[in-house]
DNA sequence: CGGAGGTTTGAGAGGCGTCAACCTCCGTGG
DNA sequence: CCACGGAGGTTGACGCCTCTCAAACCTCCG
């Protein structure tokens, strides 16, 4: 199941054996792309949306200097630009921060979806609702958090998102981009975020080196960075709130 | 009608007379809340969805010391809360800046409109996806513009917006907000967006005086902010892009 | 072995935060 | 009618966090 992945962790109610079947055959294609390749520009209108098997994502926008700004970094499991299916037409680029395995949903495919299976279909919303819940919490991050903070909230995130998908072993993931993307997320310089990851490893809470992440200190990285992680819908841990018995989606 | 202004200057395909009588025969209520109250907390499980009438509403998340960071600012005809229907709690506190006027929309009538107008549960999918392109833009704002170019940023926006929806009046427009909240907004503190209002003023591209904002230069505004506002889905301007025929939402 | 991309460290500058004082406006009550 | 208090706005002095500029180093790989 190349879909297998799709919503892991999230959400109150996993998909049904029927509704992941109709997701993995709505599927047009799989193909790999190498790092470093643009998906989509800005002010495109798109006709698929891309659902991430394997690697890594990144969604951002650069200023007239072309300082660029990461706004959204996507793990295996993600639909990337779902969005651009009621949106149509994207305000952003989406570009492959390490070679990855996507798939490929037509727009037409997704409507059929949308009318055949209309709990899936709210599925695909709360997923899309998800990734504005991760904005949100990455405003908050760049208006209220200094460098250190940034990162500390960064990696919480990242860890936890890693979780989800089982992609960790003990606090430590493979995370392949550079420090200068990282800065990109987190609206500092290549340079400062160099000086933060020192500190946070003389801090002995976290390391970073050659696209590994090791999270020695997960509750103090959590407090240094805010981080409370209700914002990622998961199902597991003291923020899961248990349905009332109205269950809508 | 009182949801007449929801999606008014957005997206390609307005509402038809039929969705529209849907949309305000669905609303279960409609009442005034005065300045500064709470309308939903972080955490809180939510069975209603909120139509704001008139006057403005914030999203926004506290640090741990109580320094706020505004996420979103919602003018008439937004949906404040509708990304609760398929989340069912929120990520975030809900709060009145000003008196409003706002309508309910119990999750049960959305769910059965999504059912019965396909079409319009697009639509109003389409609308949490506008308020995500918006946090996509705020998180730029954030990490890329100095403090002169987020209040001009934030100010270009909220006059689009104002425009969609007819509130606006040669580029001057009532938003009795305090330079405090906007500070909460742009990320920065209040001493210092009382320096950036100064600077703007003396260069003779806007004021904000009394709870009335007025943009005399907006090309300049837009210059110094980056501000480009095709992320705002509206239907008028160059940043149009026609339909090719495959008309999915 | 040479070059490119990424990482690391230092020195100096500046934007913005912090602290503090003072002002205006306005509703309340003596 | 004026005193009073609180909320919001304005301005100055000072310091620090982060940026900029610069250089060295490391590693991978053609």
Known sequence: MLSAKFLLGRGRDALSPTEQRALEDAMSGVRTVKANQHLARRGEVVTQSTLLIDGLVSRYMDDREGQRQIVAIHVPGDFVDLHGFPLRRLDHDVATLTEVTIGSYDHQALLSITERFPHLGRMLWFSTLVDAAMHREWIFRLGRLDAE???????????????????????????????????????????????????????????????????????????LGEFAPDYLYGDHGRWRVEGNGSEIA
């Not at 960064?154 to 072993?169: A, K, P, V, Y």
């Open 149 to 223: 903070g940034r990162v500390a909230h960064f990696m919480s995130e990242m860890l936890t998102r890693m979780e989800f998908i089982g992609l960790t072993d003990e606090g430590r993931f493979a995370f392949p981009i550079t420090q200068s993307e990282l800065a990109e997320a987190c609206g500092v310089t290549s340079v400062h975020v160099n000086r933060v990851l020192r500190t946070l490893r003389e801090s002995g809470l976290m390391t970073f080196r050659n696209g590994v992440v090791d999270i020695a200190d997960r509750a103090g990285l959590a407090r």
